[in-house]
């Protein structure tokens, strides 16, 4: 979550909510409710805060594997990822040797999952 990361990353930088907020023109109010969880700032103010701290502008984005929030991955989008026929995603999973997923046989259909965590761990690309 946001406001884990901009606890760890203020650490990181050694920077305290007063330090962050003459950094950033951030009021002191605004931070306290970003570092509680309350709110989450608006992409700009993320950019903001992270340059402020030495920080790449996009390491608040939602790209983190934690952030993830679709819980199956279809079949033949993993299989563009990978650059891959879903044919080959399809029989992977069938046989069991994609670690990131499974696949069911109920009343003669296969079914399907691939998680989406477990899909970037693998591949090492993010969803």
Request: charge should be positive; aromatic fraction near 10%; hydrophobic fraction near 40%.
């Amino acid at each position: 979550m946001f406001n884990e990361m901009l606890k760890t990353a203020m650490e990181d930088a050694g920077m305290n909510a007063t330090a962050l907020s003459a950094a950033t023109g951030i009021g002191k109010s605004s931070l306290s409710q970003y570092l509680s969880g309350k709110v989450i700032p608006p992409e700009g103010k993320k950019k903001q805060i992270a340059l402020a701290m030495g920080l790449e502008a996009d390491y608040f984005k939602n790209k983190h594997p934690i952030e993830i929030k679709i819980s199956n991955l279809a079949v033949e989008t993993a299989a563009k990822l990978m650059g891959k026929p879903a044919r080959f995603v399809y029989q992977g999973l069938r046989e069991g040797v994609l670690p990131f997923g499974y696949a069911v046989k109920m009343k003669g259909r296969w079914s399907y999952y691939i998680s989406p965590v477990k899909f970037t761990e693998y591949t090492g690309i993010s969803i």
